[in-house]
C-alpha cells in the first residue's frame, strides 16, 4: 500500500523557520519524483516545489531563495526546508510523489505564520 506521511508542520513568527518531512511507504522511493504543494483557504491547491528521482528541483517564484527541498533516499524521505517565512505562506502544506501514471498525495500538515 503506497503511503505519503507529512509531519513538521506549526505555528511559526514571520521570519521564522520550520521543515515538513514526508515518510513515503510501499514504494520504490528512489524512483519516484516527489514534490511539495500548497492550498490556502479559499485558494487552488499550489505547486511549491519539486525533486526529480536524479535529484532535480523545482521551485514556485514565491519561494525561490527561501525554501529549499531535498531528499534522502536512505530515509525514503523528502523535506522542504522553510525560512524567512511569511504570512502568506499560510497553508496546508501537501506531499505528492509519483512515477510514470502511478501517484500519491499525502494527508497535509498545517503552517500556519503569525504573530
Known amino acids: 500500500q503506497v503511503q505519503l506521511v507529512e509531519t513538521g508542520g506549526g505555528l511559526v513568527q514571520p521570519g521564522g523557520s520550520l521543515r515538513l518531512s514526508c515518510v513515503g511507504s510501499?514504494?520504490?522511493?528512489?524512483?519516484?519524483?516527489m514534490g511539495w504543494y500548497r492550498q490556502a483557504p479559499g485558494k487552488e491547491r499550489e505547486l511549491v516545489a519539486t525533486?526529480?528521482?536524479?535529484?532535480?528541483?523545482n521551485y514556485a517564484d514565491s519561494v525561490k531563495e527561501r525554501f529549499t527541498i531535498s531528499r534522502d533516499n536512505a530515509k525514503n524521505t523528502v523535506y522542504l526546508q522553510m525560512n524567512s517565512l511569511k504570512p502568506e505562506d499560510t497553508a496546508v502544506y501537501y506531499c505528492?510523489?509519483?512515477?510514470?501514471?502511478?501517484?500519491?498525495w499525502g494527508q497535509g500538515t498545517q503552517v500556519i505564520v503569525s504573530s
Open positions: 505528492n510523489g509519483g512515477v510514470g501514471s502511478i501517484g500519491a
Open positions: 510501499g514504494i520504490r522511493f528512489d524512483t519516484w519524483r
Open positions: 525533486i526529480g528521482s536524479l535529484g532535480t528541483t
